[in-house]
């Protein structure tokens, strides 16, 4: 007998990604009475937010992590499953008869509709105490998130001299207090001479950085170092959408999915939301991409009538 075990039957909608796009789907795919299953490797970029303040609802804030128990308690109060697993391929379209097939290399499910939501990573400075800075605010990652908390402090903005010019600049408004630490030694162009116009300062590039536990401090050639209160590396992000490619969805120059206005890649029956997708990488919006989507592959599924008593 082979140790392969055979695709399950199909499901309505399997969601591939746990975060809060993925769950939010979950959600509505239950409540429109459809089975979903959620396929998540437990990597969500929501479980590095130590506290967000701009997530509607939490006026006093919540962590990712207890938003993600939130959500994921939200999904199995309406029926959905859950398999921790990494899919790595995906074939076939809602247009064929049998669906979706998708593969993990040991097991296969089956689906008529499949929901990509498999966010990015961010590219973080190469250092042991990375994780420690972010989850005290040391190291923040996302300035739409999190500015505001920063405001009037010292903040430092890390990266390549061609990046950090206009994140700096958007931070201005924010404190006065705010320096660029470039990570090599190229021009950096319009935007860092528009930061530096606002008042924006630049250190020598190719500096270190240091973490004392509390706070991280910048130690270049020229000076002495600079203790910051908050740093944001804009180093990039990854994206883990070849096998969406190669399931014949388009992506962008910078690896995001193409989709239309009801979240659907140009492969019928497939769709995509989140981090994955937009350009705007936040909360709200993965959920509001969360219930196009599941709107929309509920309407496209076969017309269930209700029976009696629920059957
Ligand atoms: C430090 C930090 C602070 C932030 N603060 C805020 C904030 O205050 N407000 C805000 O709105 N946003 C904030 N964000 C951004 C927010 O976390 C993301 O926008 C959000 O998590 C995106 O949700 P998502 O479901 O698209 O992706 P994710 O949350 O990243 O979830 C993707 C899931 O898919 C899984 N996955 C990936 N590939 C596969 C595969 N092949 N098979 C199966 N599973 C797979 C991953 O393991 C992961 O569990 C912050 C981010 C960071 C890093």
Redesign the pocket.
């Known amino acids: 007998m082979s140790a392969r075990a055979e695709a399950t039957a199909s499901i309505d909608v399997v969601v ?8 939010t789907a979950a959600t509505y795919l239950g409540r429109f009475l459809r089975s979903c299953l959620v ?17 509607p609802g939490f006026p006093s804030g919540v962590s ?1 992590v207890e938003l ?1 128990r939130r959500l994921h308690a939200q999904a199995v109060e309406f029926g959905a499953r859950f398999d921790a ?4 391929t995906i074939s076939g379209s809602a247009d064929q008869a049998g669906g979706f097939l998708l593969d ?1 290399g040991t097991r296969s499910w089956r689906a008529r509709c499949v929901i990509l ?6 590219k973080l400075p190469d250092v042991p105490w990375v994780a420690d800075a ?1 989850a005290c605010g040391a190291i ?3 300035s ?3 500015a505001y908390e920063a405001r009037d402090s010292c903040i430092g903005v890390y990266g390549p001299a061609r990046d950090i010019g206009a994140h700096g600049l958007f931070l201005r408004a924010y404190s006065q207090r705010v320096y660029l630490l470039p990570d090599d030694d190229t021009d950096g162009g319009e935007d860092m001479r528009a930061a530096i116009d606002a008042g924006v300062r630049v250190l020598a590039p190719g500096g270190r950085l240091e973490f004392d536990g509390e706070r991280c401090r910048y130690a270049s050639s020229d000076g002495s170092p600079v203790v910051f209160d908050s740093i944001y590396p804009f180093l990039g992000s990854l994206t ?1 959408t070849r ?1 969406a490619a190669a399931a014949g969805a388009k992506l962008s120059d910078t690896g995001e999915i193409i989709v239309d206005r009801h979240q659907m890649t140009g492969v019928p029956g497939l769709f995509a ?4 997708v ?1 350009g705007l ?6 959920v509001g991409q969360a219930a196009i989507a599941a709107t929309r592959a509920h309407a496209m599924l076969p017309f269930v009538p209700r029976g009696a008593n629920g059957a």
Do not use: H, K, M, Y
Request: hydrophobic residues 40%; negative net charge.
């Open positions: 591939v990604g746990g975060g809060p796009a993925g769950l396929i998540d490797a437990g990597d969500s970029r929501a479980r590095w937010i130590p506290e967000s303040n701009n997530c990712g993600l697993a990494e899919v790595r993990d939501a498999t966010g990015l990573a961010d972010v923040r990652l996302c739409v998130c999190d883990g096998f939301i989140g981090d994955v937009s990488n936040q909360i709200s919006v993965a």
